[in-house]
């Protein structure tokens, strides 16, 4: 019997924009928040900052905060409403001030908890965008649909069980179809940094992923590109 995928929460599928060069902070991020459904991107710069501002949709942005980026944030104000939340050092007990004083949203401190984290995000979602609701599906060969805020994906009809991280795989693999990722590229988006020659991991998430759409009967769906990385045929 087919199962009707559920109704979705505020931050499935959600976009967030990680402004930071710190590989811990946005390792740290992927970690907590893909698992409430968010979708990760990250950018160093502020010009690569306001770049993804323009060029993709971007739910919410999360800034590493300091002291210049008052000026970051009043460029953010010139081209979007997209909320800002602050991150800032525990420590320091003028940042969230100075946060609030150059117009972003909300602060949190790091290092954060995960849960009030996430709640926190999940709150900011409910009042800036619509009422969630299901979208149509990303189709991808042998009769897989994924509901990217239902957080869902069947394959003809019935639903499988796939991890967090999973499940951005396949969304990252069936959005860029007939594109080649790199490890790197897959291990950004999963784990908010590059591989740094260590690709076993992500093997293994591909590994993974093709045992559970196999054994739903979707096969040879993810193909290796030798020396290159995958993509979806």
Partial sequence: MAIQPPQARATDGARVLVASDDVQLRHQLAADLIEHGLWLTAAKSDAAILEELGQRGVDIIVLDWHTDRAALVEAIRKESSTPVIALVRSGDGN??????????????????????????????????????????????????????????????????????????????????????????????????????GARNFVEAHVSRLRAKLRAAGATDVISTIRGVGYKIR
């Fill in 95 to 196: 940042a969230a001030l100075d946060a609030f004083d150059a117009g972003v949203d909300d602060s949190v401190a790091w290092p954060w908890d995960a849960r009030e984290f996430g709640r926190r995000i999940e709150a900011m979602l409910r009042r800036s965008r619509p009422e969630p609701r299901l979208l149509d599906a990303i189709e991808g060969p042998a009769g897989i649909r994924l509901y990217p805020r239902a957080h869902e994906v069947m394959i003809d009809g019935e639903a499988i069980d796939l991890t967090p991280k999973e499940f951005v795989l396949l969304q990252l693999l069936l959005e860029r179809r007939g594109e080649v990722l790199t490890a790197d590229n897959v291990s950004s988006t999963l784990w908010g940094h590059e591989t740094f």
